[in-house]
Nanobody, 128 residues
Framework: EVQLVESGGGLVQAGGSLRLSCAAS????????IGWFRQAPGKEREAVSCISRNEDSTYYADSVKGRFTISRDNARNTVYLQMMNLKPEDTATYSC?????????????????????WGQGTQVTVSS
């Protein structure tokens, strides 16, 4: 059974930091690009950051560049999203996803509807 389990969300004040984790199982993790997506109430889901299967490329949305860092540990089947200098507009449900995209850029710009594997999400709330 394919599983992607997010953790690390919570409530933080503006300017604070959080680190999200995505633990994967049930598929060949090393073969997949992994991405973090977020959706706020009333808004469309958007790609936040993606990382290629062998870490040779990363993608960041313009809104998070310089503040968020994605990394992966293929030995632990886990992807991390370090989020710093959080802003109230970062408030959303964050989900990780896995896809056979050839690059992080490809995953970050594709229609998320076509991504096969998703986690349940973790809530991030940033207070002003």
């Amino acid at each position: 059974e394919v599983q992607l389990v997010e953790s690390g969300g919570g409530l933080v004040q503006a300017g604070g930091s959080l680190r999200l984790s995505c633990a994967a199982s049930g598929f060949a993790f090393d073969d997949y690009a992994i991405g973090w997506f977020r959706q706020a109430p009333g808004k469309e889901r958007e790609a936040v950051s993606c990382i290629s299967r062998n870490e040779d490329s990363t993608y960041y949305a313009d809104s998070v560049k310089g503040r968020f860092t994605i990394s992966r540990d293929n030995a632990r089947n886990t992807v991390y999203l370090q989020m710093m200098n959080l802003k109230p507009e970062d408030t959303a449900t964050y989900s990780c996803a896995a896809d056979l995209s050839p690059s992080a850029q490809a995953m970050g710009t594709m229609n998320p509807t076509f991504i096969p594997y998703w986690g349940q999400g973790t809530q991030v709330t940033v207070s002003s």
